[in-house]
């Protein structure tokens, strides 16, 4: 064999050590233990959107804790939702070759990897919601909680009409690659019970892998697509990551009708504070790591599409960090 036709060792990569680092390998069932959890919250107030808006500071604080409760249901049954329908679905075309892109060989492994853990995190994330209704009294809402997967395939199916495979790889990247408030503060917030912030900790420690992962996983892509799936990837982007994090209104409604508000007011409370989608500083806080990644690709020097990022009000990720998980809305 000549020193050519040496292969050469790829490098390490994020999920080299899964076997002995997987929450689904390691991991233990999470329980609650109501004994040493009298006096905490399930889910901090703070990071209920609409808990600061007029309509529902006036509601007696039973009905708030039920609102924090149900929060806490929408984001873990969420969470179910996206893992499987949104990250798997990606996450499979790669395992099995069908993303039509030449990618490594071994990304194939990695992204069964990623199949497994999202998969357990959507069985966790179910069995802590039910746990959490059976201690409480506090009923799981029959609502739709997969709703914004719906709306996440309008959105790519608009953005990307003729190119479905590359619209649920770039969808996955987004949520994979944002930040979210919820894995990055509640494991660290001792007001909450420990059951849920001990799940979450397990969740962000496989989701830093992921992300990881997908951002490789996208830079590796972006070398493969033709000067046309570029452009349309780079106008597409904005919109998934805007979507991404536009909160799914139906079961917030729901929510603000089981405490009590009438249905008018749960209307204006969800337009109020949820419609709109987070704040301009917010959006591109929680998105920094998804900017930097594109600013790292040379998305942003594609003709026109710094101008439609910021027409959708997003940087161009420059000062930003690059750590983080995927937000649930």
Request: proline residues 7%; negative net charge.
């Amino acid at each position: 064999m000549t020193p050519s036709d040496t292969p050469r060792p790829h490098p390490p990569g994020p999920l080299d050590r899964w076997y002995e680092q997987a929450g689904v390998r390691t991991g233990v069932r999470r329980m609650f233990h109501e004994e040493t959890e009298r006096g905490k919250v399930f889910f901090p107030v703070a990071l209920v959107p609409y808990a600061g808006h007029d309509a529902v500071r006036e509601l007696p604080p039973e009905r708030l804790r039920e609102l924090t409760v149900r929060h806490l249901y929408q984001f873990l049954l969420s969470t179910t939702h996206l893992e499987t329908r949104v990250v798997n679905t990606a996450a499979e075309a790669v395992a099995n070759g069908r993303t039509g892109l030449d990618l490594p060989a071994a990304l194939r492994p990695d992204a069964f990897k990623v199949y497994c853990d999202e998969g357990y995190h959507a069985l966790y994330s179910l069995d802590l919601a039910d746990q959490i209704a059976a201690v409480t009294g506090i009923a799981i809402p029959d609502q739709d909680y997969g709703g914004f997967v719906d709306r996440l395939r309008g959105s790519a199916h608009r953005a990307l009409p003729g190119a479905p495979a590359l619209a649920g790889l770039l969808q996955a990247v987004v949520f994979e690659t944002l930040i979210t408030a919820v894995l990055n503060e509640v494991p660290g917030d001792e007001s909450v019970v420990r059951v849920v912030r001990d799940l979450l900790r397990d969740h962000a420690r496989d989701e830093g892998r992921h992300h990881r992962f997908f951002s490789a996983l996208f830079r590796e892509a972006w070398t493969h697509l033709s000067a046309a799936d570029r452009a349309a990837a780079a106008h597409a982007l904005p919109e998934l990551i805007r979507t991404a994090l536009t909160w799914d209104l139906a079961p917030v409604r729901g929510s603000l009708r089981l405490a009590g508000l009438d249905p008018d007011t749960a209307r204006r409370v969800a337009a109020d504070c949820c419609a709109a989608g987070p704040d301009p500083r917010r959006l591109n806080e929680t998105a920094r790591s998804t900017l930097r990644l594109c600013a790292a690709v040379g998305v942003f020097e594609l003709p026109g599409a710094r101008e439609h990022f910021a027409a959708h009000g997003l940087g161009d990720g420059h000062g930003s960090g690059d750590d983080g998980h995927e937000e649930t809305p």
